[in-house]
């Protein structure tokens, strides 16, 4: 068992053995409105769970680059809204364009053949390409400091105001998301990601 200590490493380090061991990590597929309204940014981020039914919340942590806030937190700070959505087998070649760095005034979407739809409870548009997507509010910001003490990533805690699915991933009867039919994908280390593979049921004990 080789024993290593974080503050032995340098953050890289860390980044590789933490995505290499923390896996398989679902993926928010994130858009959220230019502060001036006029771009829609899109953004995939692996560093993303489910915090609360009740509360519906969901958590996004976005990093920084240099201190600096990107598109997506900027974005959502300002407006206080953004749409999660989660990514199938479909649309994964086209959130992987969307990775690119590019300026704040242009439109990731651009790289690629997504539909943007006026969403329900938001401003925000959504993708109409997504099976499951999560329109919110944001609960709350927290900006969070690496080792340096310089601003690292920011924390997106957000509420969930409407939820849409697609009607071959929903049993409405039983009230179930079809993940079969989902088909999300996760993310690994690297350039890697993961389909699902076996599925597999333990009773909860009583």
């Not at 009740?54 to 942590?61: E, G, K, Q």
């Not at 240099?66 to 809204?81: C, F, I, L, P, Y």
């Not at 401003?123 to 080792?147: D, N, Y």
């Amino acid at each position: 068992m080789h024993t290593l200590f974080a503050q032995d490493l340098t953050a890289k380090q860390r980044y590789k053995l933490m995505t290499g061991a923390i896996t398989p990590r679902p993926i928010a597929f994130v858009t959220t409105t230019s502060v001036d309204g006029t771009i829609v940014n899109a953004a995939p981020f692996s560093f993303f769970s489910m915090l609360s039914a009740d509360p519906p919340l969901l958590s996004v942590s976005v990093g920084r680059r240099e201190g600096e806030m990107k598109d997506t937190s900027r974005n959502a700070v300002h407006h206080q809204e953004l749409v999660i959505h989660m990514v199938s087998e479909s649309m994964v070649e086209g959130m992987n364009e969307t990775a690119a760095t590019l300026g704040p005034n242009e439109s990731e979407l651009k790289r690629t053949n997504f539909t943007l739809v006026e969403s329900t409870s938001v401003g925000v548009p959504s993708i109409k390409e997504a099976l499951v997507r999560f329109e919110c509010t944001l609960e709350s910001h927290l900006p969070m400091k690496g080792e340096s003490g310089q601003d690292s990533f920011d924390l997106l805690i957000a509420r969930v105001k409407s939820l849409h699915l697609a009607e071959d991933v929903y049993d409405e009867q039983q009230q179930y998301v079809l993940t079969e039919k989902l088909r999300p994908v996760a993310r690994l280390a690297g350039a890697n990601y993961a389909s699902l593979g076996k599925f597999f049921s333990l009773e909860r004990p009583k």
